[in-house]
T-cell receptor, first 113, second 118 residues
Framework: QQQVKQSPQSLIVQKGGIPIINCAYE??????FPWYQQFPGKGPALLIA?????SEKKEGRFTISFNKSAKQFSLHIMDSQPGDSATYFC????????????FGKGTKLTVNP | DTGVSQNPRHKITKRGQNVTFRCDPI?????LYWYRQTLGQGPEFLTY????????KSRLLSDRFSAERPKGSFSTLEIQRTEQGDSAMYLC????????????????FGSGTRLTVV
């Protein structure tokens, strides 16, 4: 059972475009939703995270939109740059216990110059 | 201490051999996690430690896998009698306790150990 579903699998945009990556979750006990960025040969690095009590969070060029009733959240990258080319993972976790992360399958983003 | 360190970075082994990976977390982090990532997939949780206690193990962690964190500092992950299906990137991450209450604390992942079983 895949608890976090991510789409699209891959995405190509031109420099300056606004790629959008979507995730849907099933477990309503999740209360923490981070996005990670991973470059080849490296471990994932935290980009931005949100809790379900807010509908949007912005940090620099990265924005998370959150829809609690639909159990969906998305990442928007404003003014995308070639250096943003990487694989992006959404994840979810619940407070207490191990606080382990359940990851989506990832989206490979390519930003063309 | 600038991050989570994993060694070796790459390991090629023959099927049936035993392998051991090491993870050195950020020194002040109580929690240490192991994840496995296969090609084209997101990381999957394997196990976690709080200090030296192993508190949760995934069903993915068969009896051929064992993890230790003997003094609450570094951790080792051993795979016995390796199989081709064990080929993957093994990621270690560390965090302070109750990190999820701090939105941007998060885990710090190492760069992983890529295992290839031939």
């Amino acid at each position: 059972q895949q608890q976090v579903k991510q789409s699209p699998q891959s995405l190509i945009v031109q420099k300056g475009g606004i790629p959008i990556i979507n995730c849907a979750y099933e477990n309503t006990a999740f209360d923490y939703f981070p996005w990670y960025q991973q470059f080849p040969g490296k471990g994932p690095a935290l980009l931005i995270a949100i809790r379900p009590d807010v509908s949007e969070k912005k940090e620099g060029r990265f924005t998370i939109s959150f829809n609690k009733s639909a159990k969906q959240f998305s990442l928007h990258i404003m003014d995308s740059q070639p250096g943003d080319s990487a694989t992006y993972f959404c994840a979810a976790s619940m407070s207490g216990g191990s606080e382990k992360l359940v990851f989506g399958k990832g989206t490979k983003l390519t930003v063309n110059p | 201490d600038t991050g989570v360190s994993q060694n070796p970075r790459h390991k090629i082994t023959k099927r049936g051999q035993n392998v051991t990976f090491r993870c050195d977390p950020i020194s002040e982090h109580n929690r240490l996690y192991w994840y496995r990532q296969t090609l084209g997939q997101g990381p999957e949780f394997l196990t976690y430690f709080q200090n030296e206690a192993q508190l949760e193990k995934s069903r993915l962690l068969s009896d051929r896998f064992s993890a230790e964190r003997p003094k609450g500092s570094f951790s080792t992950l051993e795979i016995q009698r390796t199989e081709q299906g064990d080929s993957a990137m093994y990621l270690c991450a560390s965090s302070p306790v109750r990190w999820a209450s701090h939105l941007n604390y998060g885990y710090t992942f190492g760069s992983g150990t890529r295992l290839t079983v031939v």
